[in-house]
Each structure stands twice: as C-alpha cells, then as structure tokens.
C-alpha cells in the first residue's frame, strides 16, 4: 500500500474540487487499503473530512485518535448513537426515525451536541429520503435546530451515473438537489451541500457545492472515461513457492482444463481465490514474473495458481506481481475487473486477510 500515493490522488483531487472542503472515503476499511493509514494520508493531503459507511467504522477512526470531522451514514435501525454522538462522529439521517434515535442519543448523554446531514434520495433510490417525504423531515429537524443540542450542518445526496459523464439522470438528481435546498432554506435551515463522488469530482464542477466525497480516484483508481493523473496505492504481490519442468501433453490444476504443448516451466505461486484472487479469472488472467507478463494456466484454486513461464529461467523465492500501477507493465486491478466485468472497487475490496497481509510505504510522511 503506498500512502504517497494516497497524498499524491488526494492533493490532485482537492485541487480539482472548486475551493469546496475534500471529503476522503474510508469506508470497508479504506476500499480494502486500510481506514486508518488511508484517513491519516489523506489528512496529510489537503482532506478535511473523512467518510464512513457505519459507525462502527468511524469509532475506529476515533479509537486510533483521528480527530477530524467524520460523517457516518448506514446502521440498522435500533442502532444506539450514544457513542458516536459522545465521539463527536456527524450522523446521516434519511427518516423521521433515525432523526428520533440520534435525538435520543443525545438526551442519554445530555450536554453533548449531535451534527446531522440530512440525506436527500434525488434518484439513487437507495439511502435517503424519498422527496416525497423530505418537507416533514426538514421540518422535524428544523424543531430541533431551537434546541441547543442538535444541529443540521448539511444536506446531502448521492449520485448514480456519476462515472457515465453526461447521462441525463445527474442533471435530474441535482435539480431535485436544488429543490430540496430551497426546502431547507424555506424551513429555516442554513445548510452545507455536498453531493459529488470521486467521478462528479472529476467532472462535474458544477456539483462541487462546499464539500465533495471521493472514494475511488483517492485509491488511485479512475472511474471517469477520460486519463486522470491517479496512482493506485494497492500492490497485489506474492513470490514463487516452486518451480518445475512438465513435459509436453501434461496438463495443469483441477479439472485439467489447460494442456501443454510442450516441455516447459511451470512457477507455482501460493495465491488463490481464498486470498482474492478470482477463480473466475481462470483461463484468462497474467502475472508479472522475472521481467514479464506471464500466463496463469489451469483454474485458479483456493491457495495456488500455476504460471507458464515457457524455457525461461525462473528462481523459487522470486518476486509475483498479481496487480500494480501498471507503470512496468504489470496488470492493474483494472484490468481483472474489466476481464470479470465487474468494477476495480470489488477487487481491491476483495483482499481478504488475514491470509493476504499489508505492507505500507511512504507511513511516516
Ligand atoms: C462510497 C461513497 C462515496 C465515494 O464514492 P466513489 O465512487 O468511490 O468516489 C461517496 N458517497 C457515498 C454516500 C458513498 O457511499
């Protein structure tokens, strides 16, 4: 993981971001690259708010004595607010009911503030507020904003095509945006927005408003069509466990799906789809071994993969890139999504410790 590739997207992207505050996104544990380096990176960077999806995913943050403004927004309902209130985490509201439990968290602890976002769904149709029911819920906030406790510091939404540039449902959403601005405004409210993920980031200035939400492009990963200067911070490496010679007509894994046509060296690597390599990459996937791509051949298996390495002399102990930047050639996490047809998010999400570990570079800044 290399947290000098985290500044280096981070600086880039709150350069991009209109003079609005740059929120980095470290929800599943940093995209999989680790909240806590991540959130400390990014703060190094120009970040001046960090994302989590749950709260127990901030409270981390707060155990490892991050102290910036943290915004949390996914729980089930019964869910007991007390102690993100009490760490000083913003909370998202999306009903009438988590509005009542964040209220009630702060009456339990008594003294203690509470900044809500609201959440607006303008057409997501996931999290949110339905527009149908928002003029209640600013209206119950905004009873609460009389009192001394609680607090409406933003309203805010989340896009769906953002990384489909010009699709005409991103005007929708940020028109229904501005509506429920106006809304707010007319209830007394005087909220900060923020709407824009890393791909409107990118390219929308428009949508900027005071803060924006990057994710994806902080991981170094682009979600937009056009090239961004992004350096992806996650390195998927291993080494050559064994190495061996197979004679022509032998064939390589469970099932036998793949066959030599010759004499050649097979290099065994101790990765397989339990580390997150996945099997449905059998067949069709390279790692970069002594100075090349080389081919996996056979299925991916649970702990292993096996790479043709043809007559070329390779060591046991040698270095495996599975996934890298790319700059020398190597497969980019990218590239795998784009061979599963997935997206490179469920990739580096999908490393699974404790069997794959993480190494940082760039740590002391
Ligand atoms: C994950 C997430 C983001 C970041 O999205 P990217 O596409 O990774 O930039 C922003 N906002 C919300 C609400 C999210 O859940």
Redesign the pocket.
């Known amino acids: 993981m290399d947290l000098d590739a985290i500044r280096h997207n981070v600086a880039l992207l709150a350069g991009r971001a209109s003079g609005a505050a740059t929120m980095v996104?470290v929800?599943a544990d940093g995209y999989g690259h680790g909240a806590v380096p991540v959130a400390r990176a990014a703060l190094d960077a120009g970040a001046t708010w960090l994302?989590a999806?749950s709260m127990a995913e901030a409270l981390e943050l707060r155990a490892a004595g991050i102290r910036a403004p943290v915004l949390s927004?996914l729980d089930v309902p019964g869910t007991d607010f007390s102690d993100a209130v009490a760490a000083g985490v913003d909370i998202s509201v999306s009903s009438p009911r988590e509005l009542r439990a964040v209220h009630q968290a702060v009456d339990l602890l008594g003294g203690h503030g509470a900044h809500i976002h609201l959440k607006i769904d303008t057409g997501l149709g996931r999290n949110g507020c339905p527009p149908e029911e928002w003029p209640a819920l600013v209206r119950a906030a905004a009873a609460h904003e009389a009192g001394p406790h609680m607090h409406v510091r933003a309203i805010w939404s989340?896009l769906a095509c953002a990384d489909e540039p010009g699709h005409p449902s991103i005007d929708v959403q940020a028109e229904r945006f501005e509506w429920a601005y106006r809304v707010a405004r007319e209830a007394g409210l005087h909220p900060l927005r923020h709407l824009a993920?890393?791909?409107a980031t990118l390219t929308r200035p428009d949508l900027h408003f005071d803060m924006v939400?990057?994710?994806?492009?902080a991981y170094g990963l682009n979600?937009v069509p056009q090239p961004e200067n992004l350096i992806p911070a996650m390195t998927f490496r291993s080494s050559v466990a064994l190495t061996k010679r197979i004679r022509s007509g032998e064939s390589v894994s469970y099932g036998h799906t793949w066959t030599t046509q010759r004499d050649t060296t097979l290099a065994l690597v101790p990765v397989g789809y339990a580390d997150g390599v996945p099997r449905g990459l059998s067949g069709d996937m390279r790692v970069h071994l002594a100075g090349r791509n080389r081919p996996v051949v056979g299925r991916v298996c649970m702990d292993q993969i096996v790479v043709d390495c043809g007559d070329d002399q390779v060591s046991e102990g040698e270095d495996v890139t599975l996934f890298g930047t790319g700059k020398d050639g190597e497969p980019t996490a990218t590239e795998w999504a784009n061979t599963l047809g997935t997206i490179d998010?469920e990739i580096v999400t999908g490393m699974r410790r404790p069997r794959v570990t993480r190494r940082y570079l760039g740590e002391s800044g």
């Open positions: 996104v929800k994302g999806c927004w989340h993920n890393s791909a939400r990057v994710g994806i492009a979600p998010y």
